[in-house]
């Protein structure tokens, strides 16, 4: 048994090996583009590497494609066999292996509950902790990120390697719970020890948007541009953090060039930069800017995917880019599935039931909430679509919009007092209230 730099005992002995995971957990933490690289090298010098193999499930699970969970269940019987190659492996390779069954089996919840417990008395070794942050952040369980990020940094060693990434997720975690300052100190300590962690550049930038700082934003996302500019896709969210925050200025050409040059510019079907662009795109609209053709771009890949209910965040951004060009038949097709979705079992059956299905008669414009207790109880199911507050803020703002045009003030209101609870009142949400405003007075 042997412990590697993050602190994970493995079996392999194999140093080749050794430095190629070595290298796939660094580019995992920093978000850059190799990861998968990594990994193939790592199972090339040792196709039994137990927690390789692990690594390589949930990295296919967490793209939340339908076809990737083929991929995800191969790589557990991967790891599966190496953990009989390897003697049953280490106690920390069979936590692994156990919580990669579960998120095969369709419960990330459960996967991230055996990884936390798992390791409750080392909560700083990093691989499985990050890996149960992702799949909590793609349930919107801030409580349990808090939970787990609290834990690590109270054994927080200061060298250690992982130090900074293991702050800049919990200053995430403190972001999400509205709790800025704290977020705000974690994050900025985070990138002092680690100039690479992009999640904690990613946490500071949350902060600044939600409180409305809009210049400071805009001043820390440009001044992080080397390191966050050389991420994987995650480098085209910061962008869309910058855009939103010259989006808050009114400087919609800014927003326009950030969108062509740094957001959308690759036609990628990755869920998240699906929700960047539909996102992005959809204020741009209700702020009365012309967006041309790009709404084509993410419609046509949307449509290709009008089946796939894997994420239900993935698939509502899919059915708001539909909308947008008018797809009726895709729109109807994508309906159709969420709602036969909810009907089933697993964490996204029930995101389905909960909050999907009628999230999505929203946003085909079959029909806004009917009355305040269910306008309520969608606002507070939103957090269980998953994802950030500031990307969960779509959700909210469309639903302000529906509830709006059936001429609910009251309720508009409401959405707005919840809403500023997390974040700082801004243009886009004012001129929804303004049209209440008019159509009432009209």
């Not at 050794?18 to 196709?47: C, I, M, Q, S, W």
């Not at 950030?258 to 930069?273: C, L, S």
């Not at 996102?279 to 890949?301: K, N, T």
Request: charged share 25%.
């Amino acid at each position: 048994m042997k412990f590697d730099a993050y602190d994970l005992a493995t079996s392999s002995d194999n140093p080749m090996a050794l430095r190629a995971f070595e290298t796939a957990v660094f580019e995992l933490a920093t978000h850059r583009p190799n990861t998968g690289l990594a990994l193939k090298a790592t199972l090339a010098a040792d196709p039994q590497h137990i927690a390789g193999h692990a690594l390589k499930g949930f990295a296919n699970l967490i793209l939340a494609r339908s076809e990737m969970s083929i991929i995800a269940a191969s790589a557990l019987e991967g790891a599966r066999a190496a953990l009989a190659a390897n003697a049953g492996g280490t106690d920390d390779e069979r936590i692994l292996v156990k919580a990669l069954e579960v998120a095969v089996d369709g419960s990330f919840s459960r996967a991230a509950d055996i990884l936390d417990c798992g390791y409750e008395d080392r909560p700083a070794t990093f691989l499985p902790f990050k890996i149960s942050q992702a799949l909590r952040f793609m349930l919107g369980d801030a409580a349990g990120m808090l939970k787990a990020s609290t834990r690590a940094v109270q054994n927080l060693d200061a060298g250690g390697r992982a130090a900074g990434f293991l702050l800049g997720c919990h200053a995430f975690a403190l972001e999400e719970h509205g709790r800025y300052a704290e977020a705000l100190d974690a994050g900025q300590r985070a990138v002092a020890l680690q100039p690479d962690d992009s999640w904690g550049l990613h946490a500071v930038s949350h902060v600044f948007e939600m409180r409305g700082d809009t210049s400071e934003g805009i001043d820390w996302l440009e001044g992080s541009r080397k390191a966050w500019s050389r991420c994987n896709n995650f480098s085209f969210h910061m962008a869309w953090h910058l855009a939103l925050l010259h989006l808050e200025r009114g400087d919609h050409d800014r927003v326009l060039e950030i969108y062509d040059d740094e957001i959308r510019p690759q036609r990628t079907d990755d869920f998240r930069d699906m929700a960047n662009a539909v996102s992005l795109l959809w204020r741009l609209e209700q702020s009365r800017v012309h967006v041309g053709e790009r709404w084509m771009d993410v419609a046509e890949i949307a449509y290709r995917r009008r089946s796939d209910t894997t994420l239900i965040f993935a698939a509502l951004h899919n059915l708001a880019a539909m909308v947008a060009v008018g797809e009726r038949e895709g729109t109807a097709a994508l309906v159709a599935e969420i709602d036969a979705k909810a009907l089933g079992t697993g964490d996204q059956a029930r995101v389905a039931a909960e909050i999907g299905a009628p999230m999505a008669r929203v946003l085909a414009g079959i029909g806004a909430p009917a009355d305040r207790q269910m306008i309520d109880r969608m606002v507070a199911n939103l957090p269980k679509i998953g994802g950030s507050n500031a990307q969960r803020d779509f959700f909210v703002l469309a639903l302000a919009k529906a509830v709006g045009a059936g001429g609910d003030n009251a309720a508009v209101s409401r959405i707005g007092h919840i809403r500023q609870k997390l974040k700082a009142d801004d243009r886009l949400f004012k001129s929804i209230e303004r049209s209440v405003g008019m159509r009432l007075s009209a």
